[in-house]
């Protein structure tokens, strides 16, 4: 007789703190140690995931990648977690749950220190300069040479002879980002076991009304870690990349500088050392705990004997399961689901949205930095402290309105659509509305005679003023003139020589400075690019607070929104749907948004630089206009897209959920939706249940695990926590 016949119909959890075993009962655990455990998992994990978010220009730069490559590099984290995403969530839950998250983190852990250890191996970060190689501070530098007179500045032009550039491929440092790319998709693999069993771990052993709240705590504690993130990552890359290395005072560039490099890896090993005290703890955490109080009234929807000894079917763990059996009714499920319209149209606008989120939160920062004129530091300042509060504001508030107004299906999924549409319409005035002027720059955005343009040809940066300097090809040494007009090197602005050192050094007697504004004295240039003017000032301010705006607007949307997701299914559908819906979120949208978005953006670059091998390195400069239009234009297609697809769920879901006439009722707890299967009948005149937040919040695929990294709720700007699906069993008792 097997152990299920011998414990008499119990669960091995329940026969181990069995009242009449009194020494068991000192063995069993409460929830809370469990609980603080998770929250601290959730928080660790979602200051890593946004913290690689806040520091992906200075990877960028520090790695001479493309903006398309480096969001190659970002989404390898989604590579990583779908190669386990399903293994994990229908096999882990009959594991010990508590030991595989804290391998989870573990592997978390290792996967940033991996990401941030090429730092120590790449030597010392080097950048186009002229000041820096003059070992006489006092000396005048001779930015324009002629050629006969220094013949070894044709190597500058050309680039390095044909065996060195052999050599210097074949340098290891030249391919370090591959183990950026390595770490973040193994930070991505030990994500996957700590949303989707943790979840469940708190749903099987509180009480059915204990574990929305403790749930719900959990992802208050996790949001925290993206705060805590953009503001790791705002005071991280305001350091220079070699601090304690170099003498910070020979450092030329400020951190607004496009050739700037933040102490990128600082955030990744404080990341590791978080990640790993959070994985401690599990280690400690029984397999099982008893339910908590009494039996309530009614079944549960699903047991710990899911995990401990009954399978699908009534199958006992230990009993042999055809592979055929258990393909057919996969196969039938899928069938079932997909013929459910509300799901298939709800998972087209989650996908269309979630690109346009993925795209938005992974370039952001990049985007105020470039369209503004702000350093990333600020940049990533601002945006964990002025957006992802207020969302997180939203969020609590628009579960509060499903609460207080017992909001039904129909009736959350108009607030979701109305708040969606209505966060759309305040991104369009982002679109149209704010914006800054180029910055003008001799040879890329204005002509040396003055005429006003863009140019994407080296030859623009040649005029008569200039060309007999023999400039190295592909330099960004940015210096200002007095008339608001920069200049791409002091080379090309035809310097004869200067005054002062680092970062006071001054050019004179400037050639092209004089050639373009004749009528003005002064031909002098000072190091850096020329800031930008009060209008632009004023247009980031605008945008902040439209920004802001709308990711509140959008967040009252959001619960209702998911909550849709597991009302519109059939319950023994509900595993499945959102594992299907977590999969489709992350495989056509976490893991190809950034490339794209990052290819079209590479079409706005203006200026790249050279790499030390000859070949193209990170841009310089891009066309501001362009970017706007392409980044913004992007996902304000692909959300308008959505809303195609939400319009038809309403008229469907209006459909499918009948409200009876007559008084409303008292609030109760909401009914399993068995009757939405395209199999099963429904009943006439059915009552469209109210929604409940906290009851299924998180039980599987949508939402809330890791912000920034998985498919959130509807929203516009920043991401909400999303869980992995498949946690839950769906039991049937004899």
């Not at 990711?551 to 209702?560: K, T």
């Not at 299967?677 to 695929?701: F, I, R, V, Y």
Request: net charge neutral; with cysteine.
């Amino acid at each position: 007789m097997d152990s299920w016949s011998q414990s008499g119909g119990m669960t091995s959890q329940q026969s181990l703190c069995s009242p009449d075993n009194a020494k068991s009962k000192r063995r069993c655990s409460t929830l809370q140690p469990f609980i603080m455990a998770l929250a601290f998992a959730y928080f660790s994990k979602a200051l890593a995931g946004t913290y690689m978010k806040s520091a992906i220009t200075q990877i960028e730069r520090r790695f001479e990648l493309s903006t398309a490559l480096v969001g190659l590099v970002d989404g390898s984290f989604e590579i990583g977690n779908l190669l386990f995403l399903v293994l994990v969530s229908h096999f882990g839950a009959r594991l010990h749950r508590p030991r595989l998250i804290g391998m989870g983190c573990f592997l978390m852990a290792a996967g940033s220190f991996l990401t941030g250890l090429p730092h120590f191996f790449m030597g010392r970060y080097t950048y186009d300069t002229v000041v820096h190689s003059q070992n006489n501070d006092n000396a005048s530098i001779a930015a324009c040479v002629d050629p006969l007179d220094l013949p070894d500045m044709q190597d500058a032009q050309t680039g390095p002879p044909v065996e060195d550039r052999t050599v210097c491929v074949k340098d290891p440092s030249s391919h370090m980002w591959i183990y950026v790319f390595l770490g973040n998709a193994l930070r991505g693999v030990g994500e996957t076991p700590v949303t989707p069993l943790g979840i469940s771990y708190i749903d099987d052993y509180a009480r059915v009304e204990n574990s929305p709240f403790y749930i719900a705590c959990v992802h208050t504690v996790s949001l925290l870690g993206p705060m805590c993130g953009f503001l790791l990552g705002s005071y991280c890359v305001k350091l220079y990349v070699d601090i304690g290395y170099v003498d910070l005072e020979s450092v030329t560039i400020s951190p607004k500088d496009a050739r700037w490099v933040g102490a990128w890896w600082m955030g990744f090993f404080i990341s590791t050392a978080l990640l790993l005290l959070s994985g401690i703890p599990f280690w400690f955490l029984p397999r099982s705990l008893p339910e908590q109080g009494p039996e309530v009234e009614g079944p549960r929807t699903h047991t710990p004997a899911a995990q401990e000894g009954i399978l699908d079917n009534n199958v006992p763990r230990n009993h042999d399961v055809k592979p055929t059996d258990v393909t057919k009714g996969l196969l039938k499920s899928l069938k079932q689901l997909l013929g459910t319209p509300a799901y298939v149209l709800l998972l087209c606008a989650g996908v269309l949205r979630f690109n346009s989120l993925m795209g938005l939160f992974t370039f952001k920062a990049k985007y105020i930095e470039q369209q503004f004129g702000q350093s990333a530091s600020r940049a990533n300042f601002v945006i964990g402290v002025l957006t992802l509060p207020v969302f997180a504001v939203g969020i609590f508030l628009g579960g509060l309105l499903m609460k207080r107004y017992r909001l039904s299906v129909v009736s959350g999924a108009l607030l979701s659509f109305v708040t969606s549409f209505v966060a759309f319409l305040l991104f369009l005035l982002l679109h149209l509305g704010t914006k800054c002027d180029h910055v003008a720059v001799a040879g890329l955005t204005v002509s040396y005679n003055g005429t006003v343009g863009v140019w994407h040809s080296e030859d623009a940066e040649w005029a008569e003023c200039n060309r007999a300097c023999s400039c190295p090809l592909g330099a960004w040494d940015p210096v200002c003139s007095e008339s608001g007009i920069t200049y791409t090197s002091p080379c090309t602005a035809g310097c004869l020589g200067s005054t002062g050192s680092s970062k006071n050094t001054v050019f004179h007697n400037c050639s092209c400075v004089s050639h373009f504004y004749p009528e003005e004295g002064s031909t002098s240039v000072r190091l850096g690019q020329c800031p930008r003017g009060n209008d632009c000032i004023r247009s980031f301010t605008s945008y902040m607070a439209i920004s802001v705006l709308s990711s509140f607007i959008s967040a009252l949307g959001a619960m209702p929104g998911y909550m849709i997701s597991i009302r519109c299914i059939a319950p023994e559908l509900k595993s499945l749907a959102l594992g299907i819906q977590a999969l489709a979120n992350r495989a056509l949208g976490g893991l190809p948004a950034p490339v794209y978005f990052g290819a079209l953006i590479d079409t706005t670059c203006l200026k790249w630089a050279k790499t030390r091998c000859g070949g193209r390195g990170a841009c310089r400069m891009y066309d501001s206009n362009m970017y706007r239009m392409i980044f913004l234009g992007l996902i304000n297609i692909l959300n308008g897209s959505a809303h195609l697809f939400l319009i038809p769920l309403l008229i469907v879901l209006k459909r499918q959920f009948q409200k009876p006439a007559g008084p409303l009722q008292t609030l109760q707890e909401p009914q399993p939706l068995r009757d939405l299967g395209p199999g099963t009948p429904s009943a006439p005149n059915q009552e469209d249940p109210p929604l409940h937040p906290a009851l299924d919040m998180d039980k599987g695929g949508a939402g809330g695990s890791s912000l920034g990294e998985m498919a959130p709720p509807p929203m516009n700007d920043i991401p909400v926590q999303r869980a992995t699906g498949g946690e839950e069993e769906e039991v049937r008792t004899t």
